[in-house]
């Protein structure tokens, strides 16, 4: 018999649900374990090192739950750790795994929701300083022009469930306003930050209609599929009996309390 193993699925918190959501649906057939640190989030206004040390603690846990591959959910983590437990860690500690990102195959298609060759990029303090998005699309698209804009309430809004009521219209109102004072030829707006999509009703009525608001959970999930087509020996060791397991190193019931808004279906987590 074959060693199977499953999908980890890493965020500071709450938000990589919203692209959890998304690979599921894609690719509903494989094994799953989403971890959340919750007790230490959020992750935007740490230092690098911070963010390094805890992503990697949270890396190497998935590991030994028996992942071989595991998805960066989290803007701030893809940003701020990857690169190094990708050039460093793996092939020090863990040839045989791979870990991936959400910045890289955001960056690969963007060029495909502008014609103005303007995008602005909203996300966490620390998405925005590290100015991962700026290189990564440079990459693929020399000639798009990013504007940034750190939206540091958003997060804690989200988390604390108060992200819909009017208390936060100033908020979103604000960092909206400040990233269009930038340029009024922006025509694309990424939400580069997982758990921002649940602002998107308010967002839709803040940006004008011709703007393009991007989330992450789609793109991420695509860019999976192809991965893993391009990758048949990683494919071929996924548990395939659709299990989907929910860690955290919060308190599970106010885990699972607010994960089921993210994810749109009711979760049942354990204490990591």
């Known amino acids: ?3 199977t193993s499953p999908i980890g699925i890493f965020d ?3 938000g990589g649900l919203t692209v959890f959501r998304s690979i599921a649906d894609q690719l509903p057939e494989y094994d799953y ?3 959340g640190d919750n007790a230490r989030s959020p992750y935007g206004d740490h230092s690098f090192e911070t963010i390094y040390k805890y992503t990697l603690e949270c890396v190497e846990w998935l590991f030994a739950k028996g992942c071989k591959l595991v998805i960066l959910a989290c803007n701030t983590a893809s ?3 990857l690169r190094t437990i990708q050039q460093k860690d ?4 863990y040839p045989d795994r791979r870990v991936l990102g ?4 955001t960056a690969e298609v963007i060029g495909n929701f502008t014609q ?3 995008v602005g990029v909203m996300g966490t303090r620390g998405t925005v300083n590290s100015e991962s998005y700026l290189l990564e699309i440079n990459k693929f698209f020399p000639d798009i022009k990013v504007l940034q804009q750190s939206c540091p309430m958003w997060v804690p809004l989200i988390e604390n469930n108060e992200h819909l009521q009017p208390g936060a219209d100033f908020f979103i109102d604000e960092y909206c306003s400040l990233l269009m004072a930038q340029s009024g030829d922006i025509d694309c707006v990424l939400l580069a ?7 998107l009703p308010k967002l839709r009525a803040v940006f004008p209609d011709y703007i393009n608001i991007l989330t992450q959970g789609e793109i991420v999930a695509n860019g999976l599929v192809d991965y893993l087509k391009r990758h048949p020996e990683i494919e071929n060791k996924i548990g395939r009996k659709k299990d989907k397991l929910f860690y955290t190193s919060g308190d599970p019931a106010a885990f699972n309390e607010h994960a089921s808004i993210f994810f749109g279906e009711d979760v049942e987590s354990n204490s990591m």
């Open 33 to 35: 374990i989403y971890l």
């Open 102 to 105: 959400v910045i890289r195959p």
């Open 79 to 81: 940003a701020k750790a």
């Open 193 to 199: 930050c997982t758990h921002y999509p649940l602002l």
């Open 12 to 14: 500071s918190g709450y």
């Open 90 to 93: 793996l092939p020090a500690k």
């Open 116 to 118: 103005s060759n303007q």
């Open 1 to 3: 018999m074959k060693e």
